[in-house]
């Protein structure tokens, strides 16, 4: 590559989102704000935009305009680090949290600069350079010095018409692999809300709640102020966001035992049940299995059945009635559940051989449905090392030499 390389603070202004307001802090006016949950790969999720008090002076410094970009400061997950995203004026009015950094470019193309930061996230360049531990953060100030190239204008038109022209069949690829995932988990619910279905029908079949089948009960939250809580913990504290594994084999928060000596905060032993009561997306309704002894918050109610050998049943019922327990959800802009709806869950009891027989049928279920998603996921992995490929080549130099290959393996994904 010969174009010439300056620090990315020669070509756009760098700025870190604004801090969540304070509790007394009076605004203008509420505002729409996008954080590092709207950046996806594909661009910007707008379905679930929060807002916050803005004062006029904190608008016109955080205000996000047509042609900005926006990378994700912070995350858990190195592959996310540094994921950007185009803004294009979607909603008037709108500002940015301190998840994310703002890069308005002076005389760059917004989406050559776009591709860039694309190339360096999936190429590991950002978080190898970030600094933290479990969460990595890349820093205004270390973005703001970033070796940015500076090929001439009309080149960087060139590039960015070469790269969309491509990646658009990638794009497409990626959308099909989504809708059918979302096609799978639906068919999945369907077939779990048959068989449950099914054993309601059944002559003798008796209905008891959750609550009586179980104690049930919430954790809660180390003050997070009190390093002594947090620092160095060992003890697993599982929150909802947790609860996707399915079986909970590991835990991405931990607190320490001044922790459990110093609050009512308790150990709950493996193979009890969780279902996350708040969480944002689709969290909020999941049932899990806690795989090892750990704490919980207060997000998640933890459910110790009288008799463990209902456990599988117990699940499949959960799991059946995730949709139905997301629309008993209270509240205003993030519905939660609580404590007493669950508790009034019904769970019908048929007699064993029809228990095991259904659950059975969950089995093939289960077993299909992760053949399919691995299936899926493999479709998923070969499309991002492509996409990586494509803008190595080029932003390595090798605008020609790879493309043609690399476009050919695209167009055969999206078949």
């Not at 700025?15 to 950046?39: C, E, F, T, W």
């Amino acid at each position: 590559m010969t174009w010439p390389v300056v620090p990315l603070a020669d070509l756009a202004e760098v700025r870190l989102g604004r801090q969540r307001a304070p509790k007394n802090h009076s605004g203008d006016s509420m505002r729409p704000y996008i954080r590092a949950a709207n950046v996806r790969w594909a661009g910007l999720d707008l379905s679930d935009v929060k807002t916050m008090n803005f004062t006029a002076d904190e608008m016109s410094t955080y205000r996000m305009e047509p042609g900005d970009i926006v990378l994700s400061e912070a995350s858990g997950s190195p592959g996310e680090v540094g994921k950007p995203a185009l803004w294009t004026g979607e909603i008037a009015e709108c500002a940015f949290q301190n998840t994310l950094i703002r890069v308005r470019p002076r005389e760059h193309d917004s989406k050559f600069l776009v591709h860039y930061f694309r190339y360096l996230a999936l190429d590991g360049q950002f978080v190898e350079h970030s600094r933290g531990v479990g969460i990595h953060h890349i820093g205004r100030a270390r973005l703001a010095s970033w070796p940015t190239p500076l090929p001439p204008r009309p080149e960087q038109r060139r590039i960015v018409d070469l790269l969309e022209d491509h990646l658009s069949r990638l794009d497409a690829a990626d959308d099909s692999i989504r809708k059918s995932v979302r096609r799978l988990s639906a068919l999945r619910d369907a077939a779990l809300s048959q068989a449950l279905g099914r054993a309601r029908r059944l002559p003798g079949v008796t209905v008891a709640t959750l609550g009586s089948l179980s104690k049930i009960s919430s954790g809660l939250t180390p003050l997070k102020g009190n390093r002594e809580f947090h620092d160095g913990g060992t003890i697993p504290w599982i929150t909802s966001g947790d609860l996707h594994q399915g079986l909970i084999t590991r835990a991405t928060h931990f607190v320490t035992p001044k922790a459990l000596e110093e609050t009512t905060l308790k150990v709950v032993p493996a193979g009890v049940l969780l279902i996350a009561m708040h969480g944002e997306g689709k969290t909020r309704g999941t049932a899990a299995e806690l795989g090892i002894d750990a704490t919980t918050n207060q997000a998640c109610a933890a459910v110790v059945l009288h008799d463990s050998s209902l456990r599988p049943w117990v699940r499949l019922v959960l799991d059946a009635n995730y949709s139905k327990l997301r629309r008993l959800a209270a509240g205003g802009v993030q519905p939660n559940l609580n404590l007493s709806v669950v508790k009034a869950i019904e769970i019908p009891l048929p007699g064993d051989e029809r228990r095991d027989e259904l659950l059975g049928r969950r089995g093939e279920i289960d077993v299909a449905h992760a053949r399919l998603r691995r299936e899926l996921a493999a479709s998923q992995r070969r499309s991002a090392a492509l996409r990586r490929s494509l803008l190595a080549a080029v932003f390595s130099g090798r605008l020609t030499s790879d493309i043609g290959e690399l476009s050919e393996e695209a167009a055969m994904i999206g078949a």
